[in-house]
């Protein structure tokens, strides 16, 4: 009776051990995001949002929030041009860099960003990721408990009354 308790709660164990480390630690439903794809969310919204006196998008999770909003809240079509514009970015940063954009430094990083910025009026896969992921980034950090805590300081309602005479 022992030995089946202890097998059975082997079997149990066993599949947690062999996950598969090529998967995003986050289970989306609508887009398919593996490991690196998160990797390199993770990096592209640090070097929008990088971390000075405040925290970066590194250490908000941003990168979570924004796969998330994109697997949620947008439209088929946009998460279809979302996929595809991340597939440019990485062929884009081999091109201009020859390197992944995870792997480049800062200076590098900002090159490929200006120059995608540079086109950012032609509609193309490409600039609809960058301007997802550049908004969704933001709205991210201005939505932080960090941001609403320490930098715009949040009053719940009802909060004080600011009227326009001097009292």
């Not at 480390?21 to 989306?28: A, D, H, N, P, Q």
């Not at 088929?76 to 954009?101: P, T, V, Y």
């Amino acid at each position: 009776m022992k030995n089946i308790v202890f097998v059975s709660a082997g079997m149990a164990l066993v599949p947690s051990c062999m996950s598969d480390r090529s998967k995003s630690s986050l289970l989306l439903k609508n887009i398919a995001i593996n490991a690196d794809d998160e990797a390199l969310m993770a990096e592209l919204c640090e070097a929008i949002l990088p971390k000075t006196n405040t925290p970066g998008a590194k250490d908000l999770s941003v990168h979570l929030y924004v796969l998330m909003m994109v697997d949620d809240c947008r439209k088929k079509g946009d998460q279809e041009k979302f996929i595809k514009g991340l597939d440019a970015f990485k062929k884009l940063s081999q091109q201009s860099i020859n390197k992944d954009f995870t792997k480049a430094d800062v200076s590098e990083r900002k090159k490929l960003m200006d120059g995608i910025i540079a086109t950012i009026d032609e509609e193309n896969d490409l600039n609809v990721f960058f301007k997802m992921t550049k908004g969704l980034t933001i709205q991210a950090f201005t939505s932080s408990e960090f941001f609403l805590t320490k930098v715009q300081v949040y009053e719940l309602v009802p909060s004080r009354y600011h009227g326009c005479v001097p009292a």
